[in-house]
């Protein structure tokens, strides 16, 4: 019994190791890095296809993936039925469905939905926000837990930004509109833990953040980064007290102030990157109050437009452009690369298995090296479907929502 137990465990802890959960929008680490290995390489619509299944209408958010469950925001009937939909892993058969009635007029893009947020779970719950039409909370077997109506979520380019859960916490970045804030509610019973009022604006003008907060273990403390319209801010996710602050992400003429990355944090190196033409910055970690003057470590004033977000690898970021990709020096913000994609990109990207992942608008994934001397190709995989939301990894599969259809792709055993 003892050699057998000293045979299973290695072999369990392993089997555990691996099947590794997706859990919220970017995945683990709300960073887009996954431990997973042995992932597909190559596939079509129809090698290396698990199974596809046909979604009701389009959507940009991402699915989420939690053991032999797959979670997804849906929005119907031009937003005014917006549900979340737990599908199961196996076949992608609906497993229950919870939607909400929303009759207001609420105001968005053309290109963005009423379902550009992701879920997030912790294996017990699942939260979604479906921005004026409230937050919900759910077990994993569709019973709603709580509710919040946190009031009108109006931009004219609509909303985005997905909740995280941090320890007993469900943090949102709601907004933008005339009325912007971050909140924390407990995720037990939903109740206000802490909430930052930020600047808001008539939902007519070019000002706002649709960014998810990353929080991290970042120079020996945790920190929840946020990008907002101009400036990276860090707080301590447990109360919400301001730990530093760093300007840049401004355009250096004009009123225009949009964000719509996620931060992205490096072991020691924090760095914001605005959307609509505007600034990208890096900051050095470890400070507090103002650290503009003495951590800011670089300031490129002028980037294409940004929609998606990058990752970090090593001492290089990854970065996603509308037009394509991009490789920067961390440390300095010197662009070593760039490569257009047919199609530009929305999505952001994903590293695993020592590659990168990231899907184009018209459907087709590119999986490049992360090589910081030039542009390495792996493969380009085409499922001709229009897609703005980005991959989910878990257990060797990869997810992709495109504007039609949910797909598991999976190398044949």
Same mark, same amino acid.
């Given at each position: ?193 802490? =909430? ?5 604006? @008539?939902?007519?003008?070019?000002? /706002?953040? &649709? +960014?998810?907060? $990353?929080? !991290? ?113 961390? =440390? ?5 690369? @760039?490569?257009?994609?047919?199609? /530009?990109? &929305? +999505?952001?990207? $994903?590293? !695993? ?61």
């Amino acid at each position: 019994m003892h050699r057998l137990a000293a045979i299973l465990i290695p072999l369990f802890a392993l089997a555990s190791a691996r099947a590794d959960n997706w859990p919220a929008w970017r995945g683990p680490t709300g960073q887009g890095t996954s431990a997973e290995k042995n992932l597909p390489l190559k596939w079509s619509p129809t090698e290396n296809v698990k199974w596809k299944i046909a979604l009701p209408d389009i959507g940009n958010s991402s699915p989420v993936v939690w053991g032999d469950k797959i979670f997804l925001t849906q929005a119907t009937e031009g937003g005014k039925k917006r549900s979340l939909l737990c599908l199961g892993r196996k076949d992608g058969k609906t497993l229950w469905e919870q939607s909400v009635a929303f009759d207001e007029v609420e105001p968005k893009h053309n290109t963005n939905t009423y379902c550009a947020a992701t879920s997030a779970t912790d294996g017990e719950r699942v939260v979604v926000s479906h921005g004026s039409a409230g937050v919900y909370c759910y077990d994993l077997a569709g019973k709603e837990l709580w509710k919040r109506d946190l009031g009108p979520c109006h931009h004219i380019w609509g909303n985005a930004a997905s909740p995280i859960i941090e320890k007993n916490l469900v943090i949102l970045n709601f907004g933008p509109s005339e009325k912007t804030f971050l909140i924390a509610m407990n995720k037990q019973d939903g109740s206000d833990v802490w =909430k930052l009022d930020e600047i808001g604006k @008539s939902p007519k003008e070019y000002f /706002g953040s &649709w +960014s998810t907060p $990353v929080v !991290a273990e970042i120079a020996g403390r945790r920190e929840l980064v946020m990008t907002w319209p101009g400036v990276i801010k860090s707080y301590n996710p447990a109360d919400g007290k301001l730990i530093w602050s760093c300007t840049g992400l401004e355009k250096n003429t004009g009123k225009d102030r949009l964000t719509y990355t996620s931060p992205l944090v490096g072991n020691d190196t924090i760095v914001g990157m605005a959307g609509f033409g505007g600034a990208a910055i890096g900051a050095k970690a470890g400070g507090s109050g103002d650290v503009t003057d003495s951590h800011r470590l670089w300031r490129t004033p002028t980037n294409p437009q940004r929609i998606g977000s990058g990752v970090i690898v090593g001492e290089h970021i990854y970065a996603v452009n509308e037009p394509g990709l991009a490789c920067i020096e961390l =440390k300095t913000g010197k662009q070593l690369w @760039s490569e257009n994609v047919q199609g /530009g990109i &929305w +999505s952001s990207i $994903v590293h !695993a298995d020592g590659r990168l992942y990231v899907v184009s608008q018209r459907g087709e994934t590119i999986v490049f090296a992360p090589n910081p001397k030039d542009f390495e190709l792996l493969a380009k995989n085409n499922l001709n479907e229009m897609t703005r939301a980005s991959i989910a990894v878990s257990d060797g599969e990869l997810f992709i929502r495109t504007y039609k259809s949910l797909w598991c792709i999976a190398e044949k055993k």
